[in-house]
């Protein structure tokens, strides 16, 4: 059972290049998010979509953006990355956006801007 | 406004029983989650308390009090493989889940 990927694990990228990270999941989640997690402080929420063709503003969203073409797949793109996104970055799904039901984490895509 | 803490870190033996406290606020209450997240991994799913009072599941149990937005996790029969950040999460009016920066544990022999 394969779950939830990112791709790639972890990447070095010069400041000013862009990068799209990506998330595939298999379980036919509606909801997915993405997450930033930087020592000392939670995870915090980036963008996210309730559903295939939508998506939302979470706590942090400058600089990124993201796209809901399909149920499965959910990419997050840096347009022109700056230093303070060096960080670990976690794709998760929830079968419903509605619900008190647990979220599923990818492996994490570890970035460096440099 | 929104806000939850929970502390740092903690130390405990191995054997042992430790508790990890978490506290919020907040206008709206869906739930409060907990996770278990070792160095280098994603946080996986231990527990879910949406009404008040302990849940259980093996050496693993957590506690909710709404009315004093607080909870806490308590873990029984330390093992090393324990040592992990727990991080607690509640679930806000709009199902968005809202993160504790996580506790570090640390058991010693």
């Known amino acids: 059972t394969a779950g939830i990927t990112q791709a790639p694990t972890s990447q070095i990228l010069a400041a000013g290049r862009s990068m799209t990270l990506r998330c595939t999941q298999d379980m036919r989640h509606n909801a997915m998010y993405w997450y930033r997690q930087d020592l000392g402080l939670g995870l915090r929420l980036i963008h996210y979509?309730?559903?295939?063709?939508?998506?939302g503003k979470g706590e942090v969203p400058d600089g990124y953006s993201v796209s809901r073409a399909n149920t499965d797949d959910f990419p997050l793109t840096l347009a022109s990355a700056v230093p303070s996104q060096t960080s670990v970055y976690f794709c998760?799904?929830?079968?419903?956006?509605?619900?008190?039901?647990?979220?599923?984490f990818g492996q994490g895509t570890r970035l460096t801007v440099v | 406004g929104q806000n939850i803490d929970q502390p740092t870190e903690m130390t405990a033996t191995e054997g042992a029983i430790v508790q990890i406290n978490c506290t919020y606020q907040t206008s709206g209450f869906n739930g409060l989650f907990w996770y278990q997240q070792h160095a280098g991994e994603a946080p996986t799913f231990l527990s879910y308390n949406v009404l008040d009072g302990l849940e259980e599941k093996g050496r693993f149990s957590s506690f909710l009090s709404r009315s004093k937005g607080y909870s806490y996790l308590l873990l029984k029969e330390l093992q090393m493989k324990d040592s992990a950040s727990y991080l607690c999460?509640?679930?806000?009016?709009?199902?968005?889940?809202?993160w504790g920066a996580g506790t570090k544990l640390i058991i010693k022999p």
């Open positions: 998760a799904s929830r079968p419903r956006d509605d619900s008190g039901t647990e979220a599923f």
């Open positions: 979509s309730n559903t295939a063709g939508t998506t």
């Open positions: 999460a509640f679930m806000d009016s709009n199902y968005q889940l809202i």
